[in-house]
C-alpha cells in the first residue's frame, strides 16, 4: 500500500515537471513581429531598408517597387501631371497678377504638384522616365505662367509703335482713296504655315523663364535658383524607390549578410 501511494506521488511528481517545462518553452520561444502587417513570424522573416517584414510583405513591397511597364502609365502620369501644372500654372500667374510681384517660391510648390500628381498617375511608383516628365511639365507651368504677360506686354508695345507711327505719317491728298486689298490676293494659311506657327509659339514660351531671368540679371540668378528647386523637388517625387531587401532569416538567429 505504501509503494502503491509512493508511486502515485512519484507520477503526479512528474506531471508537474512536465507542465512547468512546456511552459517555459513556449514562454521562451522567439518570435517576430512584421513591421507591415503586425503578424507574429516564428519561422524566417526578412530585412526591407532595416525593417523586419514577412515573407508576404516582402513580396508586396518588391512588387509595389517594380517598374510600370507600358506606355498607359506613361500617358495616365502626363495626365495627371499636366493637370497639376495647369493648375500651377494658373497660381502662379495670380500671384503675379494679383501682388503685381514675382515670387519665385511658386515654383517649388509647382514642382511639387506634378510630382506629386505624375506619381499618382503612375501608380504610385516611379523610374526615370517620369522622372524626366515630371521636370518637363514643371518647367513648362512655369514658361505658362509667363505667357499672358509676355503677351499683354507684346500688345501694348504693338500698340505704343501703331500709335507712334500714326503721329509721324503725313496723309497726302494724292493717296489713294481705295486701299483695300483683294480677298483674293491676301496669301491662305496652310497646313505647314500652322505647323510652323504652332512650332515657334512653343518655343517662345519654353523660352519665356530664360528670357526673364536674362532680363532681371542680376536678381534673375535668384529666380532661376528657384526653378532649379522646384524641378528638381519633382524629379526626386518621381524617382524609383530604394529598396534593399536581405534575407531569409531564421528566427532567433543572428542575422548574416545575406541578400534575397
Not at 518655343?203 to 540679371?217: D, K, N
Amino acid at each position: 500500500m505504501l509503494d502503491q501511494d509512493a508511486g502515485v506521488e512519484n507520477e503526479a511528481l512528474q506531471f508537474d515537471q512536465v507542465i512547468a517545462e512546456s511552459s517555459a518553452a513556449s514562454a521562451d520561444r522567439p518570435v517576430v513581429s512584421c513591421a507591415a502587417c503586425r503578424a507574429q513570424i516564428d519561422t524566417e522573416y526578412f530585412d526591407v531598408n532595416g525593417h523586419s517584414v514577412c515573407g508576404r510583405c516582402r513580396s508586396a513591397a518588391q512588387s509595389a517597387a517594380e517598374t510600370p511597364r507600358g506606355i498607359v502609365p506613361l500617358i495616365t502620369a502626363a495626365a495627371y501631371g499636366l493637370g497639376a501644372g495647369l493648375l500651377g500654372a494658373i497660381i502662379y500667374y495670380a500671384v503675379i497678377a494679383i501682388a503685381n510681384l514675382e515670387i519665385g517660391i511658386v515654383a517649388i510648390l509647382i514642382g511639387y504638384m506634378v510630382g506629386y500628381a505624375v506619381r499618382r498617375g503612375a501608380g504610385g511608383r516611379g523610374a526615370l522616365r517620369f522622372q524626366v516628365l515630371a521636370v518637363c511639365l514643371t518647367y513648362g507651368s512655369i514658361a505658362l505662367a509667363y505667357t499672358p504677360i509676355a503677351v499683354k506686354e507684346a500688345f501694348a508695345a504693338d500698340r505704343k509703335a501703331q500709335s507712334a507711327s500714326g503721329a509721324t505719317t503725313s496723309h497726302s491728298s494724292d493717296a489713294p482713296a481705295n486701299t483695300e486689298i483683294d480677298p483674293a490676293e491676301t496669301p491662305q494659311p496652310t497646313g505647314g504655315r500652322l505647323l510652323l506657327f504652332a512650332v515657334a509659339l512653343a518655343g517662345f514660351i519654353l523660352s519665356l523663364p530664360v528670357l526673364v531671368v536674362i532680363g532681371s540679371f542680376p536678381s534673375g540668378v535668384i529666380s532661376a535658383f528657384i526653378m532649379f528647386i522646384g524641378m528638381r523637388q519633382a524629379w526626386k517625387m518621381t524617382g524609383p524607390p530604394r529598396l534593399q531587401i536581405l534575407g531569409p532569416y531564421r528566427v532567433g538567429a543572428i542575422p548574416g549578410p545575406a541578400s534575397a
